[in-house]
């Protein structure tokens, strides 16, 4: 089978082709990928920025973490009624064996292995994984939407990081996948929600097919001068990962505001500390969701197929797939989907 890997620490990825996998071991299932989608940690690992160091004793490894699938066989301590079932996978697999997890706490867990990062993903057209990790999709849900399910799951952590009410005005940074998600679901939650970005034309115009109105493109304005008007804030989610927006932005915030970092960010920031201590702000990460937060997100997309999808700029088959790394790179795309049932 054709499998995108990740061959060697440095810049690039690599097309191989490979045995099927052999038969799941105890507790996992091996999945027939229909559809995976391109991230932009996908981005950064083929580009080899800094933070992917741990992935290297991985490889040769496939990449491809957000997918949807049917179980096509099952590990020897599974029932094969299993078989046929169509599911999403949680990426991130816990040890199992640290302390945290050993004390019920998997938050906190130390041993993380992510798939399609320090294990075979799903850029391929068969990926083995625990079946602890897969959330069975609704008959109704199309596989493509189903895709979105772990880039959402990080929306809505972000989304419930930053405490978004109704009627709040929220300030999205970064009209990206994931700042993209998070508008969708801020404005679910009752909020007002402005979206900035710059040089973003595509990925805003796919905001305003959706229903978006406040969508700012800075390329032919200050940051400053096309956010003020809209200002101040209740709340700003950032998801852009340029460091330099949160101290510009941070004074459109209201007074006990809260702002939230999404966005993976290749420097450190500098931030007006004693501005934030006056107007009494904080500012929060938020990261991955808890496994619990899943089966809502599958929800929410089933319930909004068609919204979801006009956020799927490009679909592609896997041989194509370099074609959607390099429409995610130069931001022209929303969200690339790979559709690999079928790949030889
Ligand atoms: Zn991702
Ligand atoms: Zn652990």
Redesign the pocket.
């Known amino acids: 089978m054709l499998a995108l890997q990740k061959t060697r620490p440095g810049a690039g990825v690599e097309f191989r082709v490979l045995d099927e996998p052999a038969p799941p071991p105890a507790g996992e299932v091996l999945i027939r990928v229909h559809c995976a ?1 391109i ?4 981005l950064h690992i083929a580009e080899w920025t800094p933070g992917y160091e741990a992935m290297e004793s991985a490889m040769p490894v496939t990449l491809g ?2 997918l949807s699938g049917h179980i096509e066989k099952v590990g020897p301590d599974l029932d094969e009624s299993l078989i046929g079932t169509r599911v999403t996978v949680r ?1 991130s697999i816990t040890c199992g064996q640290c302390a945290a997890c050993l004390a019920d706490d998997d938050d906190n867990c130390t041993g993380r292995k992510g798939i399609g990062i320090g294990r075979n993903g799903a850029f391929a057209a068969l990926v083995s994984v625990p079946h602890a990790n897969c959330h069975k999709l609704p008959d109704s849900l199309a596989m493509d939407v189903a895709a979105l399910t ?2 959402m799951t ?1 929306c809505a952590e972000a989304v419930a990081t930053a405490e978004i009410r109704a009627c709040q005005t929220v300030l999205v940074i970064g009209p990206g996948f994931i700042g993209q998600g998070i508008a969708v679901l801020a404005r679910e939650k009752g909020a007002r929600v402005v979206v900035v970005g710059r040089d973003d034309e595509p990925r805003l115009a796919a905001l305003r097919t959706i229903g978006f109105e406040h969508l700012i493109d800075t390329r032919d304005t200050t940051l400053e001068q096309a956010v003020a008007p809209l200002a101040p804030f209740d709340a700003i989610i950032e998801a852009a990962g340029v460091p330099a927006l949160v101290n510009a932005t941070l004074p459109f915030l209201k007074k006990r505001g809260l702002f939230t970092i999404v966005g993976i960010h290749p420097r450190p920031a500098e931030i007006d500390l004693t501005r934030l201590v006056r107007m009494h702000q904080q500012i929060r990460g938020s990261y991955r969701a808890p496994a619990e937060n899943w089966d809502d997100v599958i929800a929410f997309l089933d319930a909004h197929q068609e919204m979801m999808r006009a956020l799927i700029s490009h679909r592609l088959p896997l041989g194509d797939a370099l074609l959607g790394f390099k429409a995610a790179h130069d931001r022209t795309a929303s969200k690339v989907i790979l559709q690999i049932e079928g790949q030889p």
Do not use: I, L, M, Y
Not at 39 to 42: A, H, I, K, P, R
């Open positions: 989608g991230c932009g940690t996908d973490h957000e990426p772990e880039p990080v």
